[in-house]
């Protein structure tokens, strides 16, 4: 093949654009305005404690989850400022000027054991602040899913 190197170089086809494994980056999660007349809302069991988070073996037994229980009904798009809200309206110390409010996903791993998993927090009369944005959906929020609210 004499003469191979003389031949000019042919640019590379353009393949596929490189795909990421594993799921989306949070950023591109924003979904849909839920259209709150027309669907019907969920059932969430929070359970707030001043200090901290519930430990993972609170809620190991079923019907003997802690008993610091608020249930509220709403949507998958609800931001945690409306829950932050709706949680100062029950549970007194989240109502201080200076209380901030750390917010986890409560639900069972592939061995059934009660899994806390930290997913953000907001600040009690700190609108924009924190992340008061963020929706249980963008959190990646599953119906059936605890809410525990820790304040602190």
Not at 29 to 45: A, F, G, S, V, Y
Not at 120 to 149: C, M, N, P, W
């Amino acid at each position: 093949m004499a003469g191979m190197g003389d031949m000019p170089m042919r640019p590379a086809r353009p393949g596929p654009p490189m795909q990421h494994r594993g799921p989306p980056p949070m950023a591109r999660l924003r979904q849909e305005p839920i259209d709150r007349e027309k669907t019907c809302p969920l059932l969430l069991r929070v359970f707030t404690r001043v200090g901290g988070h519930h430990q993972n073996e609170e809620f190991a037994v079923r019907g003997k989850e802690p008993k610091d229980e608020v249930q509220i009904y709403t949507w998958k798009d609800a931001t945690l400022r409306e829950l932050t809200d709706l949680v100062k309206e029950v549970a007194l110390p989240a109502r201080k000027r200076n209380a901030r409010l750390s917010f986890a996903f409560v639900y069972p791993d592939k061995n059934g054991r009660f899994v806390v998993r930290q997913v953000g927090s907001t600040f009690a009369y700190g609108h924009g602040r924190g992340d008061d944005a963020k929706t249980l959906a963008e959190l990646g929020f599953q119906i059936g899913d605890y809410l525990s609210v820790a304040i602190m």
